[in-house]
Nanobody, 121 residues
Framework: EVQLQASGGGLVQAGGSLRLSCAAS????????IGWFRQAPGKEREGVSC????????YYADSVKGRFTISSDNAKNTFYLQMNNLKPNDTAVYYC??????????????WGQGTLVTVSS
């Protein structure tokens, strides 16, 4: 059974940084794509950043390129989203995901619970 536990959200001022973590179990990282999605109030859930399952190619939404970095630590069964230079419009509930549709979209096979990121101006 795949289980995902996201953490690391919080309140931060614009320009600040946060690192989200997703502790995972029940699957082999290299066999599946993994990633992060977010849903802002009143908006649809969107793919933020993903790593593909085989060649481990990374994808970033245009809105976060140059500011966010996705990574994984297979030994710890954990993947991360380092978010720098945060902006108010990054405010959203962030979800970790396993086996999203390429390059980083729905449908997603497995979702973690969300973690709220709030960026104040």
């Amino acid at each position: 059974e795949v289980q995902l536990q996201a953490s690391g959200g919080g309140l931060v001022q614009a320009g600040g940084s946060l690192r989200l973590s997703c502790a995972a179990s029940g699957f082999t990282f290299d066999d599946y794509a993994i990633g992060w999605f977010r849903q802002a109030p009143g908006k649809e859930r969107e793919g933020v950043s993903c790593i593909s399952g085989s060649v481990r190619r990374t994808y970033y939404a245009d809105s976060v390129k140059g500011r966010f970095t996705i990574s994984s630590d297979n030994a710890k069964n954990t993947f991360y989203l380092q978010m720098n230079n945060l902006k108010p419009n990054d405010t959203a509930v962030y979800y970790c995901a396993v086996d999203p549709a390429p390059p980083c979209s729905s449908p997603v096979e497995y979702w973690g619970q969300g973690t709220l990121v709030t960026v104040s101006s």
